[in-house]
T-cell receptor, first 114, second 116 residues
Framework: AQSVAQPEDQVNVAEGNPLTVKCTYSVSGNPYLFWYVQYPNRGLQFLLKYITGDNLVKGSYGFEAEFNKSQTSFHLKKPSALVSDSALYFC????????????FGAGTRLFVKA | SAVISQKPSRDICQRGTSLTIQCQVD?????MFWYRQQPGQSLTLIAT?????????ESGFVIDKFPISRPNLTFSTLTVSNMSPEDSSIYLC?????????????FGPGTRLTVL
């Protein structure tokens, strides 16, 4: 069975500092991994994904994520946080061996303080 | 990418009534997904709707409570039947960006339902 964990309910960071939002996963086959962001009163938006290849993937708004197979992690990162990055972030996983069912993590709320 | 619209955007309903939520996509898609999200919380998949076949429901969700229609490749409806306050939530429609399993999903803006 697929599962995904986001161990932090909330992450606080000062503007200009690097940020990390953590995600670990469990799937029976090769994972397809995704990050989505939800801004207040807006729908979910796709940020980036890992399918295969380079472990470091780059996405929208300067975000990147690093796939670590041995640690089954897919942490979201950004070198310099902006106040406008404050939002709810979801990690999601899909089993790459088949099927289209996507499991979403509980979400991590990011607060960036000016 | 896909642009998804939902109607209504929000509604306040009385206990025991039903509400039908519409989802319209700007392109033809094979699968459409319906999720439920408590404000500020994670998404829970209700069902997958394929055109021309019965929807596939996840554990804890049944067709009598959440009937789904999928009359064509760009449209679907989700009905929340015999509502109770526990059904108060945001309901989201979603599609995949393509037929490949590794495509990301696109989401509608959601329907915020409050049941009194």
């Amino acid at each position: 069975a697929q599962s995904v964990a986001q161990p932090e309910d909330q992450v606080n960071v000062a503007e200009g500092n690097p940020l990390t939002v953590k995600c670990t996963y469990s799937v029976s086959g090769n994972p397809y991994l995704f990050w989505y962001v939800q801004y207040p009163n807006r729908g979910l938006q796709f940020l980036l994904k890992y399918i295969t290849g380079d472990n470091l993937v780059k996405g929208s708004y300067g975000f990147e994520a690093e796939f670590n197979k041995s640690q089954t992690s897919f942490h979201l990162k950004k070198p310099s946080a902006l106040v406008s990055d404050s939002a709810l972030y979801f990690c999601a996983v899909r089993d790459g061996t088949g099927g289209f069912k996507t499991i979403f993590g509980a979400g991590t709320r990011l607060f960036v303080k000016a | 990418s896909a642009v998804i619209s939902q109607k209504p955007s929000r509604d306040i309903c009385q206990r025991g009534t039903s509400l039908t939520i519409q989802c319209q996509v700007d392109s033809q898609v094979t699968m459409m997904f319906w999720y439920r999200q408590q404000p500020g919380q994670s998404l829970t998949l209700i069902a997958t709707a394929n055109q021309g076949s019965e929807a596939t429901y996840e554990s804890g969700f049944v067709i009598d409570k959440f009937p789904i229609s999928r009359p064509n490749l760009t449209f679907s409806t989700l009905t929340v039947s015999n509502m109770s306050p526990e059904d108060s939530s945001i309901y989201l429609c979603s599609v995949h960006g393509g037929l490949a399993g590794y495509n990301e999903q696109f989401f509608g803006p959601g329907t915020r339902l409050t049941v009194l």
